[in-house]
C-alpha cells in the first residue's frame, strides 16, 4: 500500500501565477481533505471532498478551489498567487470514522 | 467551534527522561482527540487518539495520553524519551467531535528536543 501521495514535491511559482496540486488518497480511503501548513505553525483546514462534492471548507478565499475524481483522487488549485500562499500543503485521507492518513505534502514557494 | 492550545511550543528533555507535553482544547460538543506526530520532511503520523471511549489512550511507540475533562486537558506522556522521538508533535481537535472524518483543527506544535 502506498499510502498517501501528492505530487509535486517542491513547486515555485511567481505572484499571480495559478497552480495545481494532486493527491491520491490510500487505498480504499474515499474521503480527501487538504491542509496548509505556514512555516512555524500547525496545518488548517482548507476544504474535504467525499462523492466528488465540497462536503466541508475551512476560512481561505475563493481563490482555493479544488476537485475530485471518481477514483477518489483531488486536486489542490490556487489562482492569483500571493507571497502568503507559501507554505507546505497536506493532503489526508480517511474513511467514515477512520483516522486520517497523511502524504508528505507539496512545498510551494511563491516569488 | 473548537480550538487547540498546545502550552509549549519547545520541550527539551535528555534520553531516558519522561516526556510531557501538555495541551488544552475547547470544544462545544463531546470531542474527539488526536496527538499528531511531523518528522523533519516526513507527513503527519498519527500517534494516538481519544474518542470517548477510555479515557487513557495508548498510542504508538509508548506514548499515551489522558482525556480530563474536569480539566479539558489532553496531555501526551512518554516515560523514557528516545533520541529518535525527537520531532514537532501537534495536538489536535476535531470538529463536532465527529471522529477524524471531519475537519481537523491543530495546535501550532510543541517542537520535542532530545539530548543525548
Known amino acids: 500500500d502506498a499510502g498517501v501521495t501528492q505530487s509535486p514535491t517542491h513547486l515555485i511559482k511567481t505572484r499571480g501565477q495559478q497552480v495545481t496540486l494532486r493527491c491520491s488518497p490510500k487505498s480504499g480511503h474515499d474521503t480527501v481533505s487538504w491542509y496548509q501548513q505556514a512555516l512555524g505553525q500547525g496545518p488548517q483546514f482548507i476544504f474535504q471532498?467525499?462523492?466528488?462534492?465540497?462536503?466541508q471548507r475551512g476560512n481561505f478565499p475563493d481563490r482555493f478551489s479544488g476537485h475530485q475524481f471518481p477514483n477518489y483522487s483531488s486536486e489542490l488549485n490556487v489562482n492569483a498567487l500571493l507571497l502568503g500562499d507559501s507554505a507546505l500543503y497536506l493532503c489526508?485521507?480517511?474513511?467514515?470514522?477512520?483516522?486520517?492518513?497523511f502524504g508528505q505534502g507539496t512545498r510551494l514557494t511563491v516569488v | 467551534a473548537q480550538s487547540v492550545t498546545q502550552l509549549d511550543s519547545h520541550v527539551s528533555v535528555s534520553e531516558g527522561t519522561p516526556v510531557l507535553l501538555r495541551c488544552n482544547y475547547s470544544s462545544s460538543y463531546s470531542p474527539s482527540l488526536f496527538w499528531y506526530v511531523q518528522h523533519p520532511n516526513k507527513g503527519l503520523q498519527l500517534l494516538l487518539k481519544?474518542?470517548?471511549?477510555?479515557?487513557l489512550v495508548k498510542g504508538i511507540n509508548g506514548f499515551e495520553a489522558e482525556f480530563k475533562k474536569s480539566e479539558t486537558s489532553f496531555h501526551l506522556t512518554k516515560p523514557s524519551a528516545h533520541m529518535s522521538d525527537a520531532a514537532e508533535y501537534f495536538c489536535v481537535v476535531s470538529a463536532e467531535g465527529g471522529g477524524s472524518n471531519y475537519k481537523l483543527t491543530f495546535g501550532k506544535g510543541t517542537l520535542l528536543t532530545v539530548n543525548p
Open positions: 471532498y467525499y462523492e466528488e462534492e465540497e462536503r
Open positions: 481519544y474518542t470517548s471511549a477510555a479515557t
Open positions: 489526508a485521507s480517511s474513511l467514515v470514522y477512520t483516522e486520517a492518513f
